[in-house]
């Protein structure tokens, strides 16, 4: 299985916000920590919203804060949210399906049996448990202390 880098930006920016939940953080800043587009998390942030994940604030002074808590975001549903479809193969997709074998495959079962598991793994977990190591995380993405985006 793999994830879009939507649902990967999704799931970085929600990282990076529980890391330290109390503070507000700008688009700008996350794209630094993570050397990524700003115009990718715009949309990413956009939906986050959206879904109820994070609050964002406009303006001057603006940013953006986990709307609940980090025990509170599910990382299996976030996926589940953030992925435009599980189509592992062609043949998930029953209305562009061009495999001859599709009606007669024993394959499919055993992959809807995989994604289902891939899914429940992660359904285990919250963005609160993915960042347990927040010491680690703060150096990785080069935050001091008060909460400043360090130069790497």
């Known amino acids: 299985m793999q994830l879009t880098l939507y649902t990967d930006y999704s799931l970085r920016v929600l990282i990076y916000l529980a890391v330290d939940p109390e503070r507000q953080v700008t688009i700008n800043e996350i794209a630094a920590s993570y050397d990524i587009s700003r115009n990718h998390l715009v949309k990413v942030v956009h939906n986050l919203s959206s879904l109820g994940y994070i609050r964002t604030l406009r303006g001057r002074g603006g940013g953006m804060l986990l709307a609940r808590t980090p025990e509170e975001i599910n990382v299996g549903e976030v996926v589940q949210h953030t992925e435009p479809n ?57 935050i001091d202390a008060i909460g400043n985006r360090n130069a790497k």
């Open 86 to 142: 599980f189509d592992i193969v062609e043949c998930f997709d029953t209305t562009n399906d061009g495999c001859p074998i599709s009606a007669g495959c024993a394959l499919i079962k055993p992959l809807k049996l995989a994604k289902q598991a891939f899914i429940d793994v992660l359904a285990n977990y919250t963005i609160a448990d993915v960042v347990a190591n927040r010491d680690e995380l703060v150096h990785y993405l080069s």
